[in-house]
């Protein structure tokens, strides 16, 4: 048996997209379940459109959701040579003939089509005529000689039983006239000369799939196996496109996706095992299967995102969720200042709570992270006569106490609640305000203990609420 041997295959023209994040992960995913290899392939021979920012951004997005490639990675645009030489090889074998149509004749072609309302096929004009017969000013495009009788038969481990009529494949071009090899050819001599053993990809490449089988027979190499994962749509059931907002693996980032929750979240969206729905990392490598892939689009949904990383800010290690927000303020935000990390740390349990993301705890950590208080104007106007008086007398029993905890806090709002006639709400709102700004956040006892009794008497004192 074979080393099971997968690759993802992306064109740094564009930013990775979430679907293309989606296809490595399954790759990667069955190569580790199957104890076998996963390749990275840049198909970079675009040369106009390629960029070395893109590929940087490629192979970063893959680091960041903790994907990882063996060996260097393969660059496609190194080994034209190799794809060229196989177009001439199929010529000489009578499966590739020169077409010297013009340009003009095949904008023709294309537009009788159009007005038919069928889809366009080259017309084979140049598949039996003699060389001889070739105008001198043209240069030819290859162009592969497809079948044109009975039909083929794909037999995908996603979709099942695929077969179609031949005669729909063109003779599809192989080589342009400038002797550019086009991507059907390069993708089948690089999975050929790389040992694929499965090609795992979108559904939108399956007439791809048809006429790179072609060229595998031709050139009788051993065909790999083929895995075709339905597309990912728009919550509205639409194709998504690199153009749709949270498109890229940044977007999630930037508002505080955690990478594991990301992963978990692609990996359930169009595969499952059983009705689990949290993976860790080894149970991901354990269960993944290609026959748990469903063969119907899925939805990107981003409440769904939001929720798998809720939970995995409840569940995992506190120091671990400290140093992915660390990470997240030092690439998005301001860097935690080295006196406030021990206070942010401690403080985890109840800053983490309601939070969706590495965003809203940053929201919540704003008034231990700052060391001014910055007032929502609004609520500072709630700062009446009677709250000034609460704010007061509890900074005088607040000085005398030595341990700060709730048990000692407890009695002391207890007992201004009496004396000032109000209730828990008309002490805990100006106290809330005035050590963090809004009436909003953690419960006061939790944000009187963050800041520790130096900075809350600091707070307090403050000549705003004298």
Request: proline share 3%.
């Amino acid at each position: 048996m074979k080393k099971v041997a997968t690759r993802f295959a992306p064109s740094p023209t564009g930013p990775l997209h979430i679907g293309g994040v989606r296809t490595a992960l399954f790759n990667w995913l069955y190569s580790k379940n199957q104890k076998g290899n996963f390749y990275l392939r840049v198909e970079d021979t675009d040369k106009e459109r390629s960029k070395e920012e893109y590929r940087n951004q490629i192979i970063k997005s893959l680091n960041w959701i903790g994907i990882s490639y063996d060996g260097e990675e393969y660059i496609q645009s190194k080994k034209i040579d190799d794809h060229i030489k196989v177009a001439n090889e199929l010529l000489k074998k009578g499966q590739a003939y020169k077409c010297y149509c013009s340009t003009e004749e095949i904008e023709e072609q294309k537009k009788r089509a159009k007005q038919k309302k069928i889809p366009y096929i080259y017309d084979r004009k140049w598949r039996d005529k003699k060389e001889a017969d070739a105008p001198k000013d043209i240069k030819p495009v290859i162009r592969f000689k497809s079948k044109i009788d009975g039909t083929s038969l794909l037999k995908d481990l996603v979709q099942g039983d695929i077969e179609i009529d031949n005669n729909t494949i063109e003779d599809f071009v192989i080589l342009r006239n400038d002797g550019t090899p086009t991507y059907n050819l390069s993708a089948s001599v690089d999975d050929h000369q790389m040992n694929m053993t499965h090609i795992i990809r979108g559904d939108d490449h399956k007439i791809n799939t048809f006429k790179q089988i072609q060229i595998y027979q031709a050139m009788k190499w051993e065909l790999p196996s083929f895995a075709h994962i339905p597309l990912i749509h728009t919550i509205e059931g639409k194709k998504l496109s690199k153009r749709d907002k949270a498109s890229t693996l940044d977007d999630y980032s930037k508002i505080g996706i955690m990478p594991d929750a990301l992963r978990n979240y692609l990996l359930r969206l169009g595969w499952s095992y059983k009705d689990k729905e949290i993976f860790t990392l080894d149970e991901s490598i354990k269960h993944f299967n290609l026959e748990g892939i469903g063969k119907s689009p899925s939805k990107l949904d981003m409440s769904r995102i939001l929720s798998m990383n809720e939970h995995y800010i409840k569940n995992i290690d506190e120091n671990d969720l400290f140093n992915q927000l660390e990470n997240y303020c030092k690439l998005y935000k301001n860097e935690i200042k080295s006196d406030k990390k021990d206070k942010i740390k401690k403080s985890l349990t109840f800053l983490k709570n309601k939070a969706k993301t590495l965003e809203d705890i940053f929201n919540n950590s704003q008034y231990i992270m700052l060391d001014e208080v910055n007032f929502n104007q609004e609520d500072i106007k709630l700062i009446d006569d009677k709250s000034k008086k609460v704010i007061s007398d509890f900074n005088a029993q607040f000085e005398k106490i030595d341990k700060l905890n709730k048990e000692k806090l407890e009695p002391i709002v207890n007992e201004l609640i009496k004396s000032n006639d109000t209730n828990f709400k008309g002490v805990g709102q100006p106290l809330r305000i005035a050590l963090t700004g809004s009436k909003f956040g953690p419960g006061i006892y939790d944000i009187i203990v963050s800041l520790g009794k130096e900075e809350v008497s600091k707070r307090l004192s403050n000549k705003i609420f004298n």
